[in-house]
């Protein structure tokens, strides 16, 4: 639930690492303080994976502070492949019976071995079924255990405090939910550059939510043979110079977009299907691809809807000295939109292995110990004494240990 506390929020991606420092009102205007983008540490991070903790919380630390910023208290937004969802029903209870129920039905969810995930949830809506019963229509979200706990190290390297983890999908729908009309349904496209997540909605109802695993990679990279530059520069030209057309077949680089557009095309055919009644009547395109020049043309006819660039927001309002030439608002959507309610992903709190596992096996342990000491026999009673007291030293050192782990992994303020 958005508050009015000021708050960093943090979208990781292999090119960048965009900040902002927004104060989040589900009712009033939403405040953006300071925005910062600067390149991801060369080989740091892939598809959600941190590969290099100390560069990235070094090149955190260093943004911060040459921006003056000197707020610590920080939610990061979790974007990879690695991560699975599931919209599911469950019974109308309380909000907080929701988590034990999901959790006990987590296995069933989803295709892992969800021993090795974090699992999280937000309520999509209410629904009742034919027989008049109300239930909870949810979206789960399981991320990888160590996926999870390397954002919570990296924030500690950084001397920053966890608020709480989001899921792109989630930051993007709660973003979405105030800037759509409950007249019309709206399609809201999250151009990324390994992967393109879509949002269909009418109100602030998610209808529904995939991820396209194309994102501008595959344009950005045919710039760069074509050109003979680099990714950064390709992008430029992209964003400056009028490369695509609006057919498929015009030349290489609007080809490019063929199984991105393709792909999504069919996602709406299922959806078209699946509600006839709720033709989608918007299309609106965010993130780092909506500001290709001409894609919004290329869209509107592949796609035969309405399209355009998200590039304005209602209720958020930018302090003065942020440059929105340089910091458009389609770069800003997801970090601004984990400010709202973002999904949370405590560690210790799902069907993940956790710390309690090395306690629980503590009696086994020192059973052991006294039948070996037993079995051993023409042992001292001093020297069985001093065994037994070295070894709870060290079983409650291995306690204490991960007592403290868990306690420094559930550090949070959502």
């Known amino acids: 639930m958005a508050s009015n506390n000021k708050v960093l929020t943090i979208d990781i991606t292999n090119e960048s690492i965009t900040i902002v420092e927004v104060t989040p009102s589900n009712k009033k205007q939403s405040t953006i303080h300071n925005a910062i983008i600067f390149e991801t540490p060369e080989d740091a991070y892939e598809d959600g994976v941190i590969r290099d903790k100390e560069r990235i919380a070094e090149a955190i630390k260093s943004q911060l502070s040459a921006n003056g910023i000197t707020n610590k208290n920080a939610i990061f937004v979790l974007t990879s492949t690695k991560i699975v969802n599931r919209e599911v029903l469950v019974p109308f209870v309380k909000e907080n019976k929701i988590k034990g129920i999901i959790n006990a039905n987590s296995s069933e969810y989803f295709p892992v071995n969800i021993e090795d995930?974090?699992?999280?949830?937000?309520?999509?809506?209410?629904?009742?079924?034919?027989?008049?019963?109300?239930?909870?229509?949810?979206?789960?979200?399981?991320?990888?255990?160590?996926?999870?706990?390397?954002?919570?190290?990296?924030?500690?390297?950084?001397?920053?405090?966890?608020?709480?983890?989001?899921?792109?999908?989630?930051?993007?729908?709660?973003?979405?939910?105030?800037?759509?009309?409950?007249?019309?349904?709206?399609?809201?496209?999250?151009?990324?550059?390994?992967?393109?997540?879509?949002?269909?909605?009418?109100?602030?109802?998610?209808?529904?939510?995939?991820?396209?695993?194309?994102?501008?990679?595959?344009?950005?990279?045919?710039?760069?043979?074509?050109?003979?530059?680099?990714a950064t520069t390709a992008m430029t030209l992209l964003q400056n110079e009028r490369l695509l057309t609006v057919d498929f077949d015009d030349n290489a680089i609007t080809g490019a977009f063929r199984y991105l557009i393709n792909n999504i095309g069919r996602v709406m055919d299922f959806f078209t299907s699946k509600n006839p009644d709720k033709p989608i009547d918007d299309v609106f395109l965010t993130g780092d691809g909506a500001l290709i020049k001409g894609i919004d043309g290329l869209f509107k006819v592949q796609l035969n809807v309405s399209t355009r660039v998200m590039d304005t927001l209602y209720n958020i309002k930018f302090d003065p000295k942020i440059d929105l030439k340089i910091y458009n608002p389609v770069y800003l959507m997801v970090?601004?939109?984990?400010?709202?309610?973002?999904?949370?992903?405590?560690?210790?709190?799902?069907?993940?292995?956790?710390?309690?596992?090395?306690?629980?096996?503590?009696?086994?342990?020192?059973?052991?110990?006294?039948i070996a000491v037993i079995v051993a026999g023409g042992v001292t009673a001093y020297s069985f004494i001093a065994k037994n007291k070295a070894q709870s030293k060290l079983l409650e050192c291995r306690i204490s240990r991960t007592v403290k782990r868990c306690c420094t992994r559930r550090m949070l303020l959502l």
């Open 117 to 230: 995930y974090v699992v999280s949830h937000t309520v999509l809506e209410t629904v009742t079924d034919e027989e008049n019963n109300k239930q909870l229509r949810v979206l789960a979200v399981a991320a990888p255990e160590n996926m999870v706990r390397s954002y919570y190290d990296l924030a500690a390297m950084a001397g920053l405090k966890v608020v709480a983890l989001d899921y792109i999908g989630n930051a993007m729908l709660q973003l979405i939910k105030t800037q759509t009309t409950e007249a019309m349904t709206t399609m809201v496209i999250q151009l990324g550059s390994e992967s393109t997540v879509l949002n269909i909605v009418k109100g602030d109802t998610l209808l529904l939510q995939r991820t396209v695993p194309y994102g501008t990679n595959v344009v950005v990279n045919e710039v760069m043979d074509a050109k003979g530059v680099d």
């Open 335 to 370: 970090p601004i939109g984990a400010a709202f309610d973002p999904m949370g992903f405590e560690l210790g709190e799902t069907g993940s292995k956790g710390g309690a596992s090395s306690v629980d096996t503590t009696p086994l342990v020192i059973a052991f110990i006294i």
